[in-house]
């Protein structure tokens, strides 16, 4: 059974040969974890992880985004970022929103809009046949279409809520021109991808720790329409929809299932709502769940030992009948113990299900 198979056995109530595995982290710990085993690059860590995933994207061939002393970059919105220096780490800050402060909907059609011109999607080529025993997913980053993580950091996410209540006219405007572009952008690239990539992901955060962040009428008006033009070409070419959001999303299952996500991560199981248990009898045969491995207090702060009893915990819950994808609870974070990382695929890639 080859990775891809792998996935998508688990996608249909099946059980896989074993847990498909899901790999996620910042920059930082990944150029240490490839440091550790002395690794060039990261399709061979993830090879050695036994990773089941791999992600695709258009070659990015616009403006330099990145200033030549690397401590600031923009990305392809006009986002501003600084490189914060925090003990022996760094990494990347948002600091500067170019729309912040704007309300006149008028202003939005002098900005500066990316556009599939700065894209190769031609690229696309020689990472599908590179990959295509893996499940391919569409990239974390510009090639994931994602609705109100984008607006926030257009406008700020101190100001997201304010605008959104006292200036709707100019917020649905914006909304519309970030759907726009991501329509024409995920449609280009399931097009040139003639029906090679298995998952896109939509990637948006509507949970804290204490529950929703969005209520059902932003669902219904902002949301559920975004999630339709971003999901439609894919959809209509075999692909399957996997959703991201963090936080207390319980109470949105049923709207995600009725979107046609098939998958949802991360599964922050500390947060409200998302206890394993729950989840599993609950919503276990209608959504795969990926992720759920305790990122903070785990991975980052516990010992091999309290990972490897971690993992055996989890997937005695999650893993019976299939519907279940391990990994991190949240992008791996650069001060994460590497034993702790291996630890935790190494306990995985062992574990059987108890016998009843």
């Known amino acids: 059974m080859n990775h891809k198979e792998r996935v998508l056995k688990t996608?249909?109530?099946d059980v896989p040969d074993r847990v498909p595995f899901f790999y996620w982290d910042v920059p930082e710990f990944g150029e240490?974890?490839?440091?550790?085993?002395?690794?060039?690059?990261?399709?061979?860590?993830?090879?050695?992880?036994?990773?089941?995933?791999?992600?695709?994207?258009?070659?990015?061939?616009?403006?330099?985004?990145?200033?030549?002393?690397?401590?600031?970059?923009k990305?392809?919105?006009?986002?501003?970022?600084?490189?914060i220096n925090k003990g022996e780490f760094s990494y990347w800050?948002?600091?500067?929103?170019?729309?912040?402060?704007?309300?006149d909907p008028a202003a939005l059609d002098d900005f500066n809009w990316p556009g599939n011109q700065l894209f190769d999607f031609n690229s696309l080529e020689a990472q599908l046949e590179k990959y295509k025993d893996y499940a391919i997913m569409t990239a974390p980053g510009y090639s994931s279409p994602g609705l109100f993580r984008i607006v926030q950091r257009l406008i700020g996410r101190e100001s997201f809520m304010?605008?959104?209540?006292?200036?709707?006219?100019f917020f649905r405007t914006l909304c519309d021109r970030v759907?726009?572009?991501?329509?024409?952008?995920?449609d280009e690239f399931f097009e040139v991808s003639k029906g090679r990539i298995d998952f896109i992901r939509v990637a948006d955060d509507f949970g804290s720790q204490t529950g929703l962040t969005i209520g059902q009428d932003h669902w219904e008006n902002y949301i559920r329409p975004s999630i339709n033009a971003f999901t439609s070409k894919p959809k209509a070419m075999g692909a399957h929809f996997y959703m991201h959001s963090c936080g207390g999303v319980r109470k949105l299952l049923p709207n995600f299932i009725?979107?046609?996500?098939?998958?949802?991560?991360?599964?922050?199981?500390?947060?409200?709502?998302?206890?394993?248990?729950?989840?599993?009898?609950?919503?276990?045969?209608?959504?795969?769940?990926?992720?759920?491995?305790?990122e903070e207090l785990l991975l980052r702060k516990g010992t091999p030992q309290q990972v490897k009893e971690g993992v055996k915990n989890l997937l005695d819950?999650?893993?019976?009948?299939g519907r279940f994808i391990l990994g991190p609870s949240h992008k791996i974070k650069v001060e994460t113990p590497v034993e702790n990382v291996i630890a935790m695929y190494e306990t995985a890639r062992d574990w059987k299900a108890k016998e009843n």
């Open 93 to 103: 800050q948002a600091t500067d929103f170019p729309l912040e402060g704007v309300t």
């Open 258 to 294: 009725s979107a046609g996500a098939e998958v949802l991560d991360p599964i922050q199981t500390r947060a409200v709502g998302m206890n394993p248990e729950g989840l599993k009898k609950d919503y276990g045969k209608l959504i795969t769940f990926c992720g759920a491995m305790d």
């Open 75 to 83: 990305d392809i919105w006009g986002v501003g970022y600084s490189r």
């Open 179 to 186: 759907i726009e572009f991501y329509k024409a952008f995920i």
């Open 11 to 13: 996608l249909n109530n």
């Open 32 to 73: 240490k974890m490839m440091s550790f085993f002395g690794f060039t690059n990261r399709d061979q860590l993830l090879e050695h992880l036994d990773v089941d995933f791999r992600w695709v994207e258009p070659k990015y061939v616009g403006p330099q985004l990145i200033d030549e002393n690397n401590k600031r970059k």
């Open 317 to 321: 819950v999650m893993a019976p009948g």
């Open 162 to 169: 304010e605008i959104m209540m006292s200036h709707p006219k």
